[in-house]
């Protein structure tokens, strides 16, 4: 599916609606479906932002197939209009911003109006040193629905200690990303709402530098395209991004519970003078989970780090 590119004169310096900007400071890719109602007022607040800041820039809004209009209401506002002709996803029209722009710093903020644009310079700054940098809402942030703050403290406590540090934010839709760091992960970054998530354990996972810097949002303009299942993909997409990162964080949790129970029920079975077969076979599959874990760490390995021939 080949993205068309909306066709116009230049708007004015800072954003066109035309070809690519060579030579800006930065793009800002903002992915939209059905967002007629909040993606006018996101393009002029960043558009604001950006020049009190005195950045130069480009914004590239990917209309996503939406059927409500939403690319006609950013052209209307002075952005360079993506259109796909079917709805690909979050993730899916994210990666053909990025493709589409050529600025070394790369922004993402939604179209919905939750983010704040105010932040993006702020953020921008502390991208000078740094691969990532995440708008991090708090956990009762008004942006967040409540019946979803359970699954994502679940969904954050589980990322972080995957990742090893900290993660206050795993699916900020707000956030700084240097393209020559993004590039090499752009092909394993999903279609769906989980790019983020992906990307953020990716860096991470590979000691990547990620700075967390706190915004406020706002309600969101119009209805959520997230469902209740996605929680569930969302803590798939976690263990499958570790296990490609460092797998070592799930096999070696994984084997030392199974040899645990092992060791408990042969405990139990030499209190009852019973010895039975399941403790053994308990322990071999410990040894199993380690051993593929082993492997998969030697792999892991292996493609992040691919031995130069001389």
Known sequence: M?????????????????????????????????????????????REALERAARSFEIVVVDDGSTDGTGDVAHAHGARVVRLADNGGYGSALKVGI????????????????YPPDDIPRLVDLAQEADMVVGA?????????????????VLNRLASYLAGQH??????????????????????????FSFTMTITLALLCTSHRVVYELVV????????????????????????????????????PFGSILFLVGLAKLIYDILLWNLSESAVMMFLGAAVIWAVGLLADLISRLELNPPRLQ
């Open 2 to 46: 080949l993205p068309e590119v909306t066709e116009n004169p230049v708007a004015d310096g800072a954003s066109e609606t035309g070809p690519p900007s060579h030579g800006v400071d930065l793009a800002v890719v903002i992915p939209a479906f059905n967002e007629r109602d909040g993606v006018g007022a996101t393009v002029d607040g960043v």
């Open 137 to 153: 809402r708090s956990a009762r942030d008004v942006s967040i629905p409540f019946v979803r703050r359970p699954a994502k403290w």
């Open 217 to 252: 949002c706002r309600k969101r303009i119009g209805s959520s395209k997230l469902r209740a299942t996605d929680t569930v993909t969302f803590l798939i997409l976690v263990l499958r991004t570790v296990v490609l990162f460092n797998p070592l964080k799930v096999f070696l």
């Open 99 to 114: 493709r589409e722009s050529s600025s070394e710093l790369v922004v993402i903020i939604d179209a919905d109006g939750t």
């Open 167 to 192: 993660i206050p934010d795993l699916n900020s839709g707000l956030r700084v990303l240097r393209r020559s760091v993004l590039d090499k992960f752009l092909h394993i970054l999903p279609s769906g």
